[in-house]
């Protein structure tokens, strides 16, 4: 299974900006749709961003759609995530998984990485 490795997190005021990278440890990263999850506390954990394995397709949570982007580098097996215009309610730790859509989008693997955390002070 691949393995995925978070890293960008860190603590920053309101209306700054963080990019957050997810390593994959196989190639056949490439062939996956990935997205971004995040976990708030006493929250589930829930859908932020998606990208086609192409990256011709990009989805965002309504909540975000406008301040964060998502891009992947598939030569270096590496998603993104720029997240600009932070506000607090953007506070938790964020995750990569290949993403899935049916009527909603969900975590494609069982498994999750360590997540990165993102605090957003006001």
């Known amino acids: 299974q691949v393995q995925l490795v978070e890293s960008g997190g860190g603590m920053v005021q309101a209306g700054g900006s963080l990019r957050l990278a997810c390593a994959a440890s196989?190639?056949?990263?490439?062939?996956?749709?990935m997205g971004w999850f995040r976990q708030a506390p006493g929250k589930e954990r829930e859908f932020v961003a998606a990208?086609?394995?192409?990256?011709?397709?990009?989805y965002y949570a309504d909540s975000v759609k406008g301040r964060f982007t998502i891009s992947r580098d598939n030569a270096k097996n590496t998603v993104y995530l720029q997240m600009n215009s932070l506000k607090p309610e953007d506070t938790a730790i964020y995750y990569c998984n290949a993403a899935v859509r049916t009527t909603d989008w969900r975590p494609l693997f069982a498994s999750w990485g360590q997540g990165t955390q993102v605090t957003v002070s006001s």
């Open positions: 990208i086609t394995w192409s990256g011709g397709s990009t």
């Open positions: 196989e190639r056949t990263f490439s062939s996956y749709t």
